[in-house]
């Protein structure tokens, strides 16, 4: 899976990068169908937020997570996605068998 990491107010060190690669990276393996996500690090006042979008079966996903420590922010948004991730196919899989028809009877 692609990661596109950018920051706002935030610089991007080799140990951010790899968290986010790492708990991404672990969502990947539960979801193999996902091949980008766009991952936003924004350093405000009180909290430290991440958003992640990508795109999985057809539809956009995208999660945001606030905290006071970036990794826990990191940590949050991963968890959140995965939820988001189970829900969509949860969805797609419903509606994937036609309803029964009744047969007319000759």
């Known amino acids: 899976m692609q990661i596109n990491l950018s920051g706002h107010h935030v610089t991007i060190t080799d140990a951010i990068k790899d968290n986010v690669e790492a708990k ?3 969502v990947a393996s539960h979801f193999p169908q996902l091949d980008l996500a766009n991952v936003t690090l924004t350093v405000e006042r009180a909290a430290q937020s991440v958003e992640v979008t990508t795109q999985y079966l057809g539809a956009p996903v995208a999660v945001q997570a606030s905290h006071q420590d ?8 991963a968890k959140k996605l995965e939820a988001a991730l ?8 419903g509606h994937r068998h036609d309803k029964p028809t009744i047969a007319e009877a000759s």
């Not at 970036?70 to 948004?77: E, H, L």
């Not at 189970?86 to 899989?93: D, S």
């Open 24 to 26: 991404l990276g672990k």
């Open 70 to 77: 970036m990794y826990s922010a990191i940590a949050q948004a």
């Open 86 to 93: 189970a829900h969509r196919k949860g969805a797609v899989k």
